[in-house]
């Protein structure tokens, strides 16, 4: 079952049928949590250019590490550094996986690559999305990459952000919900079901939860009942580990790994 609808394909045409026993699992791409996925892609993989993705899920019965292995060699990720930036200079694409559970996503930046190729040849092209367009959903996130607001004056380049966001559908829910308990929980139940809104911080984000806010104390008011500060909102967000390092090369004192 795919996870996503915008940008997710079914399993079969990613896919490699090679055999792959003899490949370097160095390559650190299984994320800890939802927060780690969003973190790692939107502080690290957008700001450096890979802004091509295409997502997807692996089938139950099928063991994500064998996909794991299978999709880093098919596409060449397990690289260098130096390697990163040789392609680059001859213009080659460098791709990045990253999986969560039994969700993934592949990532190819500017350039030439495996992966932008069509299916009939071994790539995704087909279905490649851009983030600049169509951003990625994932688990009620939605994540892009935007022009700044600011247009930039003495013939400055425009500057570009990432962009990370409750999408649309999951943010009308989350405040349907808070408005029917607006009324019928106290202060400080409702303040609970706040604290629980799983999604990292981020500045839209902070925005959002504070329209629901004051949503909600606009109905209570009317009601004369107790208001509720924005201290329930837990505004601050906290980076957090990203990736869990495969088994078979994970040494005992670097078994996670946090993004850039």
């Keep these: 079952m795919n996870l996503l609808g915008d940008g997710a394909k079914p399993w079969k045409t990613v896919l490699s049928s090679d055999g792959l026993s003899d490949v370097n699992m160095a390559y650190p791409c299984e994320a800890q949590s939802p927060a780690a996925v969003v973190q790692l892609i939107a502080a690290s993989y957008l700001r450096h ?6 997502t997807g899920s692996i089938p139950d019965g099928k063991d994500p590490a064998v996909i794991d292995r299978k999709l880093i060699a098919k596409y060449g990720i397990d690289v260098s550094e130096w390697e990163h930036r040789h392609r680059k200079k001859r213009g080659v694409a460098n791709a990045h996986y990253l999986r969560h559970q039994r969700w993934f996503i592949l990532l190819v930046s500017e350039g030439h690559h495996a992966l932008k190729q069509p299916a ?20 009620g996130y939605s994540i892009s990459y935007r022009r700044s607001g600011v247009t930039p004056t003495g013939g400055a380049s425009i500057k570009w952000h990432a962009h990370v966001r409750i999408d649309d559908d999951t943010y009308r829910q989350l ?6 308990l607006a009324t019928h929980r106290s202060a400080e139940n409702l303040a609970r079901e706040f604290a629980r809104i799983p999604f990292a911080r981020y500045a839209p984000i902070r925005w959002q939860l504070l329209n629901i806010l004051r949503a909600v104390n606009e109905r209570r008011k009317q009601h004369n009942f107790e208001l509720l500060n924005h201290s329930v909102l837990k505004l601050r967000r906290t980076p957090v580990l990203v990736c869990v390092r495969p088994e078979a090369t994970e040494s005992p004192d670097s078994t996670l790994q946090e993004a850039a």
Excluded: T
């Design 175 to 180: 405040r349907d919900h808070l408005l029917d």
């Design 120 to 139: 009939a040849k071994g790539g995704e092209g087909e279905y490649l999305r851009d983030c600049r367009r169509q951003p990625i959903r994932f688990q």
């Design 49 to 54: 250019g890979f802004y091509w993705y295409v």
